[in-house]
Nanobody, 125 residues
Framework: QVQLVESGGGLAQTGGSLRLSCVAS????????LAWFRQAPGKEREFVVA????????YYADSVKGRFTISRDNAKNTVYLQMNSLKPEDTAVYYCASRAYVGSLSQAQSSYTYWGQGTQVTVSS
């Protein structure tokens, strides 16, 4: 069983930055693909970005490409999401997700086994 705990959410102004963190339990963190999803009020949860186990491959949603950067530190069992040039439409609860898989990255929620509780990001205009 893997537990994921997100942190780093909060309030930012348009154009500002935030960095989210997700710490995972377990001893084989590098065997897991990690992803960030988000859910805005009244909307379905959507894919943001995914990263491979050793961090060599990433896959971004078009809506965040060039503004958000995912990275991971396997020694710390942590994945990060650096969010720059924030927009009001980035306001959402952000969720960390993982799966034990070494193949291609996925943007499908159903592909991921473990989920965190989420952290709120609010961007004011």
């Amino acid at each position: 069983q893997v537990q994921l705990v997100e942190s780093g959410g909060g309030l930012a102004q348009t154009g500002g930055s935030l960095r989210l963190s997700c710490v995972a339990s377990g001893r084989t963190f590098s065997a897991y693909q990690l992803a960030w999803f988000r859910q805005a009020p009244g909307k379905e949860r959507e894919f943001v970005v995914a990263i491979s186990g050793h961090g060599l491959r990433t896959y971004y949603a078009d809506s965040v490409k060039g503004r958000f950067t995912i990275s991971r530190d396997n020694a710390k069992n942590t994945v990060y999401l650096q969010m720059n040039s924030l927009k009001p439409e980035d306001t959402a609860v952000y969720y960390c997700a993982s799966r034990a898989y070494v193949g291609s990255l996925s943007q499908a929620q159903s592909s991921y086994t473990y989920w965190g509780q989420g952290t709120q990001v609010t961007v004011s205009s």
